[in-house]
């Protein structure tokens, strides 16, 4: 086959394929139907075909140039991330997300029972003897600890300039979204052992948590500490929980697989528990966020008394209404 003859018989496929391109171009979205979709992958696949034989059979660098740009447009339209849609989002976050969660609700009161049991009680026994602490936690990280929230550190912190604080809270911002956000997901993905890895998060986190806040008060820092937490304990804590329970979905998936094989029950209830942990994830950003620049701010406590509780009602209000018809 010459040059001519080949033009002639593939010109209509890429006459074709380039109005698809166009069409593509022009959309502020960047939709195809099904039927389009269909048809622009058939025709990249011919023109791509057609691109190789051009190449291997030397007809013509004009030729190899023209079809090399219009494979290339279409990689980059067909293949490109989708645009940013506000909209979804916000249905998500204040519609569907929460919707999720209250048709699981029961698998994040057991995950709150596995997470905040612990919390509690290991507050209530290392506050009353706080010599048991260093079953949990290392002394060093005990003293690093009860330094942070002395009066002598807080005076300490109230000397650094504006620019300084900025860029340490700048830095711990980031820390938090990693440490907090990677936590939930080890919470969540655990669940697909059969829910054992998310067990042992949810009461390991617990009884640390519960073990540091204990001692702390024990040692007299209640006040410091308590008007740190406050605000952002309501995202991160609840969250946590959160996390837990989208992991004891996939756990129940895995251990109750009904009449599907364990696989087809994973990618079936998978959808439920991957909706939460990413709104669990959410929620430690706004966590983080808070515990960056507020939670360490040099204002009166009575200001983030009143803040953090209001905000723990938000959260409440959140998970139980919002989204409702």
């Known amino acids: 086959m010459n040059k001519k003859t080949f033009m002639q018989s593939r010109r209509h496929a890429w006459e074709e394929f380039s109005d698809l391109l166009e069409k593509l171009k022009k959309s502020k979205r960047h939709y195809l139907s099904g039927p389009e979709v269909q048809q622009f992958s058939t025709l990249y696949r011919e023109l791509c075909n057609d691109l190789s034989m051009v190449r291997s059979r030397k007809l013509g660098e004009d030729l190899e140039a023209y079809l090399n740009a219009l494979v290339s447009q279409g990689h980059n339209l067909f293949y490109q991330s989708p645009p940013v849609n506000f909209g979804e989002f916000w249905n998500f976050v204040f519609i569907d997300y929460p919707r999720t969660f209250r048709a699981n609700w029961k698998y994040f009161l057991l995950a709150s029972l596995l997470f905040f049991g612990p919390f509690l009680v290991s507050w209530i026994v290392i506050q009353i003897n706080p010599d048991l602490a260093e079953r949990v936690i290392s002394s060093e990280q005990l003293e690093d600890m009860s330094y942070m929230y002395s009066e002598e550190s807080v005076e300490e912190r109230k000397d650094v300039s504006a620019m300084e604080f900025g860029e340490q809270r700048t830095g711990m911002f980031g820390f938090y979204i990693f440490n907090n956000v990677g936590i939930a997901l080890r ?118 008394y009143v803040l953090g509780s209001a905000l723990w009602a938000v959260v409440i209000i959140y998970l139980l209404l919002s989204g409702r018809k």
């Open 187 to 304: 919470t969540f993905a655990g669940g697909v052992l059969f829910g054992v890895i998310t067990v042992y998060t949810l009461l390991s986190n617990g009884i640390v948590l519960g073990t540091v806040s204990g001692f702390l008060l024990s040692e007299g820092h209640g006040d410091r500490f308590l008007s740190f937490i406050i605000s952002h304990g309501s995202f991160e804590l609840t969250a946590i929980a959160v996390a837990g329970g989208a992991g004891l979905i996939l756990g129940h998936a895995m251990i109750h697989p009904g009449q599907q094989t364990r696989l087809q029950s994973l990618k079936s209830r998978g959808v439920d528990a991957l909706k939460i942990a990413l709104g669990a994830a959410v929620m430690l950003i706004v966590a983080a966020f808070l515990e960056a620049f507020w939670s360490p701010a040099n204002i009166p406590n009575l200001f983030k």
